[in-house]
């Protein structure tokens, strides 16, 4: 399964860098992004996957996406979407894949077993006990860039 999502995340990373359509560009991301927060679940870090989700897929992308799509000139024909850094991008490539390759035949993979304990249902009660008048604001105040973004692309 590791190497199923390594494969998906690396494929929408590519896509993101090198589709010539910005929208394409931010779904591939949103793609890659996803699969991280996978590889988090799938590595046992749970905490750090539903936070990838939150704050990265459910507002970050998701504001991107709104602004991308209030963007008029994204559907303009004659708008030029170049990269003229492919070599640059091809050295670092295999600047990073080589000590990722180093760094990973040098590790001693020990297997964890934990004793029980579960961060998400902490998390979850502590959301929603403790903490739950900061949450509720979070989102009140997410829901009012979202109607930001709308009144400010519109058109007048």
Same mark, same amino acid.
């Given at each position: 399964? %590791? &190497?199923? =999502?390594?494969?998906?995340?690396?494929?929408?990373?590519?896509?993101?860098?090198?589709?010539?359509? =910005?929208?394409?560009? /931010?779904?591939?991301?949103? +793609?890659?992004?996803?699969? #991280?927060?996978?590889? &988090?679940? @799938?590595?046992?870090?749970?905490? $750090? *996957? $539903?936070?990838?989700?939150?704050? &990265?897929?459910?507002?970050?992308?998701?504001?991107?996406?709104? /602004?991308?799509? =209030?963007? +008029?000139?994204?559907?303009?024909?004659?708008?030029?979407? !170049?990269?003229?850094?492919?070599?640059?991008?091809?050295?670092?490539?295999?600047? %990073?894949?080589? %000590?990722?390759?180093?760094?990973?035949?040098?590790? !001693?993979? #020990? !297997?964890? #077993?934990?004793?029980?304990?579960?961060?998400? =249902?902490?998390? *979850?009660?502590?959301?929603? +006990? @403790? &903490?739950?008048?900061? %949450? !509720? $604001?979070?989102?009140? $105040?997410?829901?009012?860039?979202?109607?930001?973004?709308?009144?400010? *692309?519109?058109?007048?």
């Amino acid at each position: 399964m %590791f &190497y199923f =999502l390594a494969g998906i995340l690396i494929i929408s990373a590519i896509m993101t860098v090198t589709l010539k359509n =910005l929208f394409h560009c /931010a779904l591939s991301l949103i +793609t890659a992004l996803l699969a #991280i927060s996978a590889l &988090y679940f @799938t590595l046992g870090a749970p905490f $750090v *996957g $539903v936070f990838q989700l939150i704050i &990265y897929v459910g507002a970050i992308m998701i504001l991107m996406i709104f /602004a991308i799509m =209030l963007t +008029t000139r994204l559907s303009d024909k004659m708008l030029k979407t !170049e990269n003229k850094q492919v070599l640059p991008s091809v050295l670092t490539i295999l600047v %990073f894949l080589f %000590f990722t390759i180093t760094a990973i035949l040098q590790t !001693e993979f #020990i !297997e964890h #077993i934990g004793n029980g304990f579960d961060p998400l =249902l902490d998390l *979850g009660r502590a959301l929603l +006990t @403790t &903490y739950i008048l900061p %949450f !509720e $604001v979070i989102s009140l $105040v997410l829901l009012a860039a979202l109607i930001g973004a709308i009144v400010i *692309g519109r058109d007048n």
